[in-house]
């Protein structure tokens, strides 16, 4: 129609002007015009910008942190617009389902990849993996990369959900030390343990010659699976839905740690109302907990707080376990899906991981992140009170369980089977009998 409309108005002017000149300037003008009407027509149409949102309950360093990502993500390109939405940590979980199921809410959380297990049952996180193959596809390997240079025992954390998607990546990392009354162990002349068995001989004698508890988990659970693992007894059998640890293996476990806890070697429960608390006060004499501890315990009576990394081989098996925390992706439409999956890759970059780090008082999980000069100045240069050289001294060993569905109803199912061993309630065979077939149950739904 253009075109048609064009040679009429060429034919107008030419009989109008009857000069065979002008009919060639003019049909030159025309060829012009109908070659930048085609073009028009056939030029793909620009993407239209879609704007990515991130809420978080951070504040401080993380917050600032998190804002200056976005612009200069922002800044780098012109498809996509990020915003970093700052909301109320009471409520936040429920406010956020809620959001993403009616498909108003944001594209990124930051939380544990047990958080995105409900989501991918439900349809509503994305997978990742599909934006990596298209990647790998171009040739940019930049996302795969990261991801392979996770310690292989972590992988499971980003690789373990149940139908294979990547729902979520680790930003950062951090787990268990070892917290011990310094004075306390020189004196009696022993050190912080390797093993299990210089665990109990240690509480011992620190029992034997102080009356008080030599050691107390602050974080059961997590002990708990670190000798599961450092035991050879598997986890979850994923295709099957079952777990592979209820043996006669874990109810000596279980009879070991309930016996040291009756001998007055462990303590289960705090006295007061934080280990660091029963630490602090001279009522246990050593506690594995987070290494955020370090900013709560203050020693009385002259002691002197150490810090040392928490037991990471058993029977000559590796295996720590690491807590990370970092982006979920979750659904809201095919343009903002891919804008929240490239600025993750954007994020885990080794410069801005390594600074998503320090801003966490982390370290980074990633061989890549590791490589960067800044992030090697920092993890070289924390602080004599920091407790993250401990954890990073297992950061080779670290490792995670399978993100799937019943999960976190094991760790729970877990803890109180032992809980009920230590009460004498009920024998380590029959806890692990019930133990199985509760899990078991919790998988398969």
Request: charged share 20%.
């Amino acid at each position: 129609m253009k075109i048609d409309f064009c040679r009429s108005w060429l034919n107008a002017v030419t009989e109008f002007y009857g000069s065979n000149e002008m009919k060639r300037v003019l049909s030159i003008i025309l060829c012009v015009a109908v070659a930048v009407v085609l073009l028009a027509g056939c030029a793909k149409k620009a993407p239209e910008s879609a704007t990515v949102e991130i809420w978080h309950t951070y504040n401080g360093a993380q917050k600032a942190f998190l804002e200056e990502a976005a612009e200069q993500f922002n800044a780098s390109q012109s498809v996509y617009t990020v915003k970093v939405l700052a909301q109320d940590y009471s409520g936040f979980a429920d406010t956020v389902y809620n959001a993403v199921a009616n498909k108003i809410g944001p594209s990124i959380i930051f939380n544990y990849g047990s958080t995105a297990i409900d989501y991918a049952a439900e349809g509503l996180a994305i997978d990742i993996n599909t934006y990596i193959k298209e990647d790998l596809k171009k040739g940019d390997k930049t996302m795969q990369d990261i991801i392979d240079s996770l310690p292989e025992a972590m992988k499971t954390d980003v690789l373990g959900f149940a139908d294979g998607g990547i729902y979520y990546l680790p930003g950062c990392t951090t787990g268990p030390v070892y917290f011990y009354n310094k004075t306390l162990f020189d004196e009696l002349g022993i050190v912080p343990p390797k093993d299990w068995n210089e665990l109990e001989e240690i509480s011992k004698k620190i029992y034997e010659e102080k009356g008080i508890a030599g050691f107390h988990s602050d974080g059961l659970i997590d002990n708990l699976q670190t000798l599961i693992m450092q035991n050879n007894l598997g986890y979850i059998d994923v295709p099957n839905k079952k777990v592979t640890f209820c043996t006669p293996k874990l109810a000596e476990i279980f009879d070991w740690y309930a016996e040291n806890c009756k001998m007055g070697y462990f303590e289960f429960n705090t006295i007061g109302a934080y280990a660091s608390e029963d630490l602090a006060n001279g009522e246990i004499a050593s506690f594995s907990g987070s290494c955020v501890n370090d900013q709560y315990i203050t020693m009385l009576n002259g002691a002197e707080l150490g810090m040392a990394p928490w037991i990471s081989t058993s029977n000559g098996v590796s295996f720590y376990t690491a807590w990370n925390r970092g982006p979920v992706f979750l659904s809201r439409n095919k343009n903002v899906d891919r804008g929240a999956y490239e600025f993750a890759k954007f994020f885990m970059t080794p410069k801005m991981n390594g600074g998503w780090a320090k801003a966490n008082s982390a370290i980074s999980p990633y061989g890549t992140t590791e490589k960067d000069a800044d992030y090697q100045a920092y993890i070289n240069n924390l602080p004599a009170t920091s407790a993250l050289p401990c954890v990073y001294a297992n950061l080779s060993a670290s490792g995670s369980f399978p993100n799937v569905p019943g999960a976190a109803q094991i760790r729970n199912i877990v803890v109180e089977a032992l809980n009920n061993v230590v009460d004498g309630k009920i024998s380590a065979e029959e806890a692990v009998k019930k133990l199985e077939k509760d899990c078991n149950k919790a998988l398969q739904g």
